[in-house]
């Protein structure tokens, strides 16, 4: 099939990547120039496993293109992806004015038959939104071309972003018309030949499961903080209780560890959203809220740990930081945990050598720029010459199991203070360090 995907970010350049894959032939459109030229050059703007291979063969193979000019991929596509973002607005709802100016820009410029699929996280009625533009658009041309609008919302995670695609555990559609979903299913047959993951459903439904899905993992995770926090205060060790309670097949182990709050494009953004779409039909969603607030003030928990232990002036101090990124696998920084704790540690007098397997660059050119007293450095145990105490903020593998000895011997003082969403067996206490964890206490010793 020949297809269009508009907007090339994250989801538009693995949607785009993988269809092509699959050999149909795909155009990926961006206003941003020097993205497509980049791209066009083989240069991917992201780090995700496996993407760059593909784009590379898909490119090669003729199947792949990359353009910032519409027309060029609407001249032959019978199905076209509004992937563009839907930031957080100031109030707090999506940000739709990048998915209805691509709406208007598909009504001036489509001259066939057209699907337009909503992969945007998009509130419930935006696909009206997009068909009332749409028509008005082709009004205003005096033409009658028929389309309609399909929601397929995307599920992908970013770090297992092509995986995902690849191997979905489902494919939600929306739309109101039999035409519709039979072009959908075709297209996404290759990915569901062993089991049928196709989901059908109307528009706003599909508009609002992916949503719920999002609020639903926001919630078992802040849910799980709050009971970290707890558990520290009553003596409890929060990763028996989840054990515990992971055992019951109604709860289970997945998205049940304590961390630093959860970051990234999508669950801040989305859940925030979520509430205000029913705020705006009159509705308090206090849970929802709650899952928000739980999880600002947890974004600040390993900030106060080591506050706790250090005292509120850090000045003179040096901490060793091992993992930027929101999450192992990717280079996105978007509301991480880090950006909070590096900020409070450093307005506190204290100094940060850094380190990140991929999310460094994003850091110095974005997130933390504007902050003097942090250091990168190119291997992790660099960070720890002097340093007063670690801090692991990030599940990369390679932090799993480090050489503890050479940790020892080169840091200050023997502390960690443990931030990941996973909970290591490795018994840091008997091996000397005095060591932090989200919902344990720890018992200080004198260095
Ligand atoms: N990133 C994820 O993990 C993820 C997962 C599922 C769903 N989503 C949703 O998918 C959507 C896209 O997210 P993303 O992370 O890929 O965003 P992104 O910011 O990485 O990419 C969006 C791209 O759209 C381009 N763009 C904006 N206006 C355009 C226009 N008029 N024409 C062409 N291109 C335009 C931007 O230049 C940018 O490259 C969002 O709604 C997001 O919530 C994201």
Known sequence: MNLTIVGTGYVGLVTGTCFSEMGNNVTCIDIDK???ENLKKGNIPIFEPGLERMVLKNIE????HFSTKLEEGLSKAEIVFIAVGTPMGEDGSADLQYVLEVAKQLGKEMQNPLIVVDKST?????????????EEELIKRGVNIEFSV???PEFLKEGAAVQDFMKPDRIVLGADSDNAFEKMKDLYSPFTHNHDRIITMDVRSAEMTKYVANAMLATKISF????ANICELVDADVNQVRIGIGSDSRIGYSFIYP???YGGSCFPKDVKALQKTAEERGYDADLIASVEQ???????VIANKVIDRFGDDLTGKSFALWGLAFKPGTDDMREAPAIYTVNELVRRGAEIKAYDPKAMGESKSY???DVKKITYYKSKYETLLNADAMLLLTEWKEFRSPDFEELKSQMKTPIIFDGRNQYSNLKLESKGFEYYQIGKKSKSINV
């Open 122 to 134: 998009v509130p419930v009625g935006t696909g009206d939104r997009v068909k009332a533009v749409i």
């Open 61 to 64: 193979n003729n199947c792949l």
């Open 259 to 261: 961390g630093s709050g």
């Open 34 to 36: 020097n993205k497509i």
């Open 294 to 300: 739980v999880n600002n003030r947890q974004k600040m």
């Open 150 to 152: 399909v929601s397929n």
């Open 224 to 227: 799980m903080n709050e009971i």
């Open 367 to 369: 997130y933390l720029k």
